[in-house]
């Protein structure tokens, strides 16, 4: 028995087309043929919209605004991509080496991630002890502190991952060309609108992705950091 597609893919699904449907005719033919290209271009454009937010010290809202702009389309193009792509295209034969060597990898990986937890865990103790002076209120007080600073760092560091994850998936979709010939995206996606798929596609680039979502994460850090988290690393 056929499965059903679920009600939100159908409804993220006909969204695309009929937006796409739309401007299927208004994209200009530069754009549709180089639409990696205009993706750098926009990027390099916004990000050296960095210089004068530096020069007048413009505040850090600014700055979000302007890298969030910078990879709008390539972040945009990738969920549209990624959205209307079953995870089974994304599937592909593995040997038995393969097999355990990803897991002997990630065995090792979990290990030195738990040993630097321990470690830090530790110094952190035995500084909040110390800035506390052994009460036990003020020692929780500077650690709840700590903890509200820190969570913005972690969300960031895992939306880099996943940025780096989306850029690693498209990789396997569509390869790096600029325009690829063959790829593992659903032959149904914007079938009728050719002009629009082309355009998507070319957007939602691996390289072009994972440089503008890694120089966002990095600005976002950059204007977070402060002394009490250079402190705690």
């Known amino acids: 028995m056929e499965e059903r597609e679920p009600v939100e893919q159908v409804v993220a699904r006909r969204s695309v087309i009929r937006v796409a449907a739309h401007y299927e005719h208004r994209h200009p033919v530069w754009l549709v043929e180089h639409a990696l290209t205009a993706g750098w271009i926009w990027a390099a454009f916004w990000v050296l919209l960095l210089v004068p937010a530096d020069h007048f010290s413009l505040h850090a809202a600014v700055w ?7 990879v709008l389309p390539t972040f945009t193009a990738t969920v549209i991509v990624l ?4 995870h ?4 592909r034969p593995e040997s038995v080496l393969g097999h355990f060597f990803t897991r002997f990898a990630a065995y090792v990986g979990a290990f ?9 865990s530790a110094t952190i103790a035995v500084q909040l002890q110390n800035e506390g002076r052994n009460n036990e209120i003020d020692t929780l007080g500077i650690g709840l502190s ?7 760092v972690v969300v960031l ?6 940025i780096f994850r989306y850029a690693w998936f498209l990789s396997r979709l569509r390869g790096w060309k600029a325009r690829p010939r063959k790829t593992r995206i659903p032959a149904s996606f914007l079938a009728e609108e050719p002009r629009t798929q082309r355009m998507i596609v070319g957007f939602a680039h691996p390289g072009l992705l994972a440089a503008t979502g890694g120089f966002a994460v990095l600005i976002a850090l ?9 402190n705690l690393l």
């Open 83 to 86: 959205s209307q792509t079953p």
């Open 88 to 91: 089974s295209h994304l599937r």
């Open 112 to 120: 030195l991630a738990w040993t630097l937890s321990v470690v830090l």
């Open 146 to 152: 700590l903890l509200i600073e820190v969570v913005p």
């Open 64 to 70: 979000f605004a302007i890298v969030i702009v910078a």
């Open 157 to 162: 560091f895992l939306w880099l991952l996943l």
């Open 222 to 230: 950059l204007l977070y950091v402060d002394d009490v988290t250079v």
